[in-house]
């Protein structure tokens, strides 16, 4: 297969898909198109609204369009780690011998859903540290590869605080998106109506297999990328750390730790795929810009005075992306030397 | 043509468009400069004459082809044209990144699809600009150097000043340098001597017009007499010392206590001399060991000074009859006890002579005159500190100086008031009246003199700043006034 078609077959294939989730999913089309760009880059997705939204049958209507094995875990505070992993337990043969046999836990699926990930304890969302960096998870010693690919879909509540344990910082930059749903629209909310409440439910298609997603994350990190968009997005995670000497002030005065390098991987990565989709063969600026704020919102940390000021954190990006720009410009404007 | 071909024909034809533009940006930038310089030949036209013009016309073309020049061959990358052509032509940096990556000798094939598809897109573009016109912010400024050229130059030149100052000295005064070419030295020692008969004879002319009492405005001829002063300008004072000697003034006068009263001359204080003489009388002896005969003088001395007004001419006949009976301790004592009220007396005119003012000097003298010249008044006996103001010490009129108030001047006027409520003190009893039906009455300048001496004590007694002082008794003596 030549390379023209492979892209053509991305571009139709991620087009399909989105197709098939919009099936379900009224309106969000941004969240839609983040969550296989997610897919594709092979990150993971954390998804943050308030109940009712339609985040868990965005993730569940996702997996019905992949041949892929996907399972739910619905994150409580007593949720163990072993109820993630799995656990060894005792088996009697046929001969009376026992011995200890791995029983593999939810985790061990291509698509994971990770429903109110904030409700369970630290110790129990760090079970999921290793599974989604590594792609093994370790028990008794013995490693254990996960099925790939491994997508992890999380979902958070922000609102209802009471009970729950945030994501620590390092749990948080393991996902390559933080995806806010917000409320639908009105025209939005009508269609909702009158899909849920009539009969008859739209049917999913299975439209891509896992082996697919692997081929077409591989073509996605072919995409080149000129020096000056790669200068950009460096420029972009180090306009987030308070330390930089060309920081904007609101980074300066709301920011207490900035975005790690996971950051500017995930803005190219995420850059890639958006350039693939559309049908193009590198990436640009504006595929930077609209990555960013779904790359970087969890992973700038505000300080005291951002917390107390009800800093926004994807205005503040926006800053930070005016200001890296300004900075790759600078000295390079044509009439400006 | 190739596709490279084609990318490097667009970025030929941008950055013939950007040295254009730059050329362009540049050059009106300069024509702003060169009309501000083609001002300075217009304004000497005086002086450069005809050519004036021409030059300024040179130089307005000179700037604006200058920074033409400048601006066109400034540099400019192929990455940086390569970007100006995305923007400009909505390709999403997909010629900056084939030319790029096309460059590379290990190309994926994605790199391929990426240089095809940019040669592709180049091609169907139209022949639109890629870099718009910019205009230098200096160009919205042109119009008034243009203006300001165009008058001058039609104007007539303008005329210069000579750069020479107006002589402002006599004839003979400028025929001096004349004098004085060939050898300096030789002709300056003459003119100093020449020079030297002549200002004597005007400062003193000043100096005797200020003698006969003149108002000191200056003169024409005094003036003349300052300025060719060269014996004062010989004189190169020291400037350091000169202010060290002003910051030493400025420190003394921080020390508001310690400034001496130059209104009295304290060296020759009646005290002082006693003092010392009583110092050279010891000279390190003992008591037993003083000489009679001189400690005889030293009495005889204060006693002399007793009499013109001291109040210790009982301590100095004391000692007279100890050392006829052969009793020099108790003379000595006696000479100390009249010294310490020589001292008391000095330290109380010290405090209070020089701050009362002339009424109350009139007062007091005519109190002391009303109770006689062998009167010495009870206070005089005391020693400092003790019974100077009522109700202290030994006085013994605790409630001030009734007498003094009532007797006021037959231009008093009295101050109608009502008696208080509560608790009163003791100056209630020395109103006037007879008793509550009647409102009392104050004599407007018997209370005033009251305060006024309070006023004068507070100042003598308390360390308060010269200029607060002179403000306080400014203020009494405008209610005297009135």
Redesign the interface.
């Known amino acids: 297969m030549g ?2 078609e492979r ?1 053509r077959e991305f571009v139709e294939a991620f087009r399909n898909l989105k197709a098939e989730v919009q099936k379900i999913i009224v309106g969000y089309d941004e969240v839609v198109t983040d969550v296989l760009v997610g897919l594709f880059a092979g990150g993971h997705i954390l998804l943050e609204g308030v109940p009712g939204l339609g985040k868990t049958l965005l993730i569940k209507t996702l997996a019905e369009g992949l041949e892929l094995s996907f399972s739910r875990i619905q994150f409580t505070p007593d949720l163990m780690p072993a109820d993630i992993i799995g656990t060894n337990i005792i088996l009697e043969d046929a001969d009376g011998r026992r011995h200890f046999q791995f029983q593999r836990g939810p985790i061990f699926a291509h698509i994971l859903l990770a429903d109110e990930v904030n409700r369970a304890t630290p110790k129990t969302q760090s079970a999921l540290l290793e599974g989604m960096q590594e792609g093994t998870v370790t028990v008794s010693g013995a490693s254990h590869r996960l099925p790939s690919p491994f997508f992890v879909l999380a979902t958070q509540n922000p609102i209802e605080m009471e009970g729950t344990y945030p994501l620590p910082e390092a749990q948080l930059d393991r996902f390559l998106f933080k995806l806010r749903v917000t409320y639908p629209a009105l025209e939005e909310l009508n269609e909702i109506i009158d899909r849920t409440t009539q009969p008859g439910t739209a049917e999913v298609r299975r439209v891509m297999t896992g082996p697919e997603v692997l081929r077409f994350r591989e ?1 996605v990190r ?8 790669r200068e950009l997005a460096s420029l972009i995670v180090m306009a987030t750390h308070p330390t930089w000497e060309h920081t904007p002030e609101v980074t300066r005065r709301f920011v207490r730790y900035g975005s790690s390098p996971r950051g500017a991987q995930a803005l190219v990565l995420g850059g890639k795929v958006r350039a693939l989709a559309d049908g ?7 595929d930077l810009r609209a990555v960013a704020p779904s790359a970087l919102r969890h992973r700038i940390i505000l300080n005291f005075e951002g917390e107390a000021e009800g800093a926004d954190v994807d205005t503040m990006i926006g800053q930070v992306l005016e200001q890296a720009e300004a900075q790759s410009r600078r000295g ?1 404007e ?2 400006l ?1 | 043509m190739t596709g490279p071909g084609v990318l490097e024909r667009l970025l030929s034809q941008v950055r013939w468009q ?1 040295r254009r ?2 050329a362009e ?1 540049y050059g009106l930038r300069g024509i702003f400069y060169g009309v501000i310089l083609a001002l300075v030949p217009l304004v000497l036209k005086e002086v450069l004459g005809p050519p004036a013009p021409l030059m300024a016309l040179g130089l307005l073309l000179l700037g604006g082809a200058a920074a033409a020049a400048f601006g066109f061959w ?3 990358s192929p ?2 044209v390569a ?2 052509a995305d923007r400009a032509f909505g390709l ?3 010629v ?3 030319l ?2 096309g460059r590379r000798p290990e190309r ?7 240089v095809a ?1 940019a040669v592709a897109r180049v091609q169907g573009l139209d022949g639109r600009r890629a ?1 718009l016109r ?1 205009r230098p912010p200096e160009l919205r400024l042109l119009p008034l150097p243009v203006i300001l050229l165009v008058i001058l130059a039609l104007a007539p030149p303008i005329p210069l000043p000579t750069g020479r100052l107006p002589t402002f000295s006599s004839a003979e005064e400028a025929e001096v340098p004349e004098e004085r070419e060939g050898n300096v030295l030789s002709v300056e020692r003459p003119n100093a001597t020449r020079r030297e008969p002549l200002q004597r004879a005007e400062l003193t002319e000043r100096a005797f017009s200020l003698q006969q009492g003149g108002t000191g405005a200056s003169q024409p001829g005094d003036l003349s007499a300052v300025f060719k002063d060269t014996a004062l300008a010989a004189q190169r004072p020291d400037f350091q010392s000169f202010l060290k000697k002003g910051d030493e003034r400025l420190r003394m006068l921080e020390q508001v206590d310690r400034l001496p009263d130059l209104k009295r001359d304290f060296t020759q204080s009646p005290y002082k001399m006693v003092f010392q003489k009583r110092r050279e009388l010891f000279g390190g002896l003992r008591p037993d060991q003083v000489s009679p005969q001189k400690l005889r003088e030293l009495l005889e001395e204060m006693d002399r000074l007793g009499r013109k007004g001291g109040n210790w001419g009982y301590e100095t006949g004391e000692g007279f009859d100890a050392l006829e009976q052969g009793q020099t301790d108790r003379a000595l004592e006696a000479m100390e006890k009249a010294l310490s009220k020589m001292r008391a007396l000095e330290e109380r005119g010290r405090d209070g002579r020089a701050l009362r003012g002339g009424r109350e000097e009139d007062r007091r003298g005519s109190r002391s005159r009303d109770r006689g010249a062998g009167g010495d008044d009870i206070d005089a006996d005391l020693g400092e500190g003790q019974g100077l103001l009522p109700g202290k010490g030994w006085n013994p009129n605790p409630k001030g100086d009734p007498t003094g108030r009532l007797r006021a001047s037959p231009y008093d006027a009295g101050v109608e008031g009502e008696s208080r409520t509560g608790r009163r003190e003791g100056f209630d009893t020395n109103l006037v009246g007879k008793g509550a039906s009647v409102p009392s009455r104050l004599q407007y300048l018997g209370v005033i003199g009251q305060y006024r001496k309070m006023m004068e004590e507070a100042l003598a007694r308390e360390q308060i700043p010269r200029d607060y002082q002179t403000q306080v008794k400014e203020y009494f003596e405008s209610l005297e006034e009135k």
């Open positions: 390379n023209a892209v073509l072919e995409v080149p990328i000129a020096a000056h968009v193009r063969y590198n990436v640009s600026v504006e390079k044509v009439f030397r | 950007i533009r730059r940006f400034l540099r400019l990455a940086d970007r100006v999403r940096d997909r900056a990144t084939a790029e990556w994926s094939p994605l790199v391929e699809l990426l598809d870099v910019r």
